[in-house]
C-alpha cells in the first residue's frame, strides 16, 4: 500500500506535496476547495487514512469526517447544500481515496450545485420486508 500512498493526489494534498486550498485540519482529516467546483465553495473533507473505499477506512478515522462537513456547510452560509460520497468507478468516484464533498446549492438552476436523477425502482412491501431482515441479519 505504500506504492499507493505515495502516488494518490489527496495523499500527497495532505503531505503538502502538492498545493491545496486547505480549510481545516484535524489528526484525522483534513478538508480542502475543490479545484472544479461545482458551486461556490464546493469542498472535499478526506480522512488521512489511505483507502479507497468508505468500508475500508477504520471506525476511529471517521469520527469527525461529518463534523468537519457541517463546519464547513454553515461557514460557506448556504441553506441548501449536499454531502457527497462516492465508492468506485462506476459509482462516480474519479480519486480513489475517500472523499467527501460539501457541495453548496444556492438556487433551483441546474447550473450551480450537484445535479442528480434519482430512478426509482418500486419494490413490493414483501421484498423490502425480506431485504430488512436479510441486512440485519449481516449487521
Request: proline share 6%; hydrophobic share 40%.
Amino acid at each position: 500500500m505504500a506504492s499507493v500512498v505515495a502516488t494518490c493526489l489527496f495523499c500527497r494534498i495532505v503531505k503538502g506535496e502538492i498545493p491545496s486550498f486547505k480549510l481545516t485540519e484535524t489528526e484525522k482529516t483534513f478538508s480542502f476547495l475543490d479545484i472544479g467546483p461545482l458551486s461556490k465553495g464546493h469542498s472535499l473533507v478526506i480522512p488521512k487514512f489511505h483507502a479507497e473505499k468508505l468500508h475500508q477506512v477504520p471506525d476511529e478515522s471517521l469520527q469527525d469526517i461529518l463534523v468537519v462537513a457541517k463546519k464547513i456547510a454553515l461557514a460557506i452560509g448556504c441553506e441548501n447544500y449536499n454531502i457527497l460520497q462516492n465508492n468506485g468507478r462506476i459509482a462516480h468516484q474519479e480519486v480513489g481515496h475517500v472523499h467527501f464533498h460539501v457541495i453548496p446549492k444556492p438556487s433551483e438552476s441546474d447550473s450551480e450545485g450537484l445535479v442528480i436523477g434519482w430512478p426509482q425502482s418500486k419494490p413490493s412491501m414483501d421484498e423490502l420486508k425480506a431485504l430488512a431482515e436479510e441486512i440485519k441479519g449481516k449487521l
